[in-house]
């Protein structure tokens, strides 16, 4: 059974600081990994995609992969109270269709 | 442009009757892919389909089925509604042979079984 698992939080943070996600997989085949924003009720919001080892970076999020670990982190610099959302990871499950596999998210509260 | 536009947006059905859902793909999008979020939990994919067939399954009944029409626009339908079934339904578009960017998602149907 392929799986994607995450901390349901909540996490907190103050504003400002550095919110820190993280997400772990079981695919070792998996190619392709994904961060979405969910705000309450709405649908999951595209943010990031990431498909080699390291780290990427657009405006205040980096998402870093450690294929080796198994390993996804998506970190968000000067926290504000609009990123209180729910965070969800997802990795590209393979086969033809390209399906999602997704975590059941982390809850991040930032505080003002 | 439009992207993907998914109607109604919310639902409420009693336990046994059908329903069915849609969805639009955003303009040269020709593959479309369903997914059900149950509260709390992320969103679990049902099928996906292309040129008119369904291509992949998840782990869902068959009470669970879907069409995909000559403009590529789908509908999902549900039998025999069981209570377990509310849940947020998502449609996700994209294009076939194109490497996977991430899906956009439509804003979803909340449907509630009562």
């Known amino acids: 059974q392929k799986e994607v698992e995450q901390n349901s939080g909540p996490l907190s943070v103050p504003e400002g600081a550095i919110a820190s996600l993280n997400c772990t997989y079981s695919?070792?085949?998996?190619?392709?990994f994904f961060w979405y924003r969910q705000y309450s009720g709405k649908s999951p919001e595209l943010i990031m995609s990431i498909y080699s080892n390291g780290d990427k970076e657009d405006g205040r999020f980096t998402a870093q992969l450690n294929k080796a670990s198994q390993y996804v982190s998506l970190l968000i610099r000067d926290s504000q109270p609009s990123d209180s959302a729910t965070y969800l990871c997802a990795v590209e499950g393979g086969g033809a269709t390209n399906k999602l596999i997704f975590g059941t998210g982390t809850l991040l509260a930032v505080q003002p | 442009d439009a992207g993907v536009t998914q109607s109604p947006t919310h639902l409420i059905k009693t336990r046994g009757q059908q329903v069915t859902l849609r969805c639009s793909p955003k303009?040269?999008?020709?593959?479309v892919s369903w997914y059900q979020q149950a509260l709390g939990q992320g969103p679990q994919f049902i099928f996906q389909y292309y040129e008119e067939e369904e291509r992949q399954r998840g782990n869902f009944p068959d009470r669970f089925s879907g069409h995909q029409f000559p403009n590529y626009s789908s509908e999902l339908n549900v039998n025999a509604l069981l209570l377990g079934d509310s849940a947020l339904y998502l449609c996700?578009?994209?294009?076939?042979?194109?490497?996977?960017?991430?899906?956009?998602f439509g804003s979803g149907t909340r449907l509630t079984v009562v």
């Open positions: 695919d070792r085949g998996s190619q392709s």
């Open positions: 303009s040269g999008h020709d593959t």
């Open positions: 996700a578009s994209s294009n076939d042979g194109e490497a996977n960017y991430g899906y956009t």
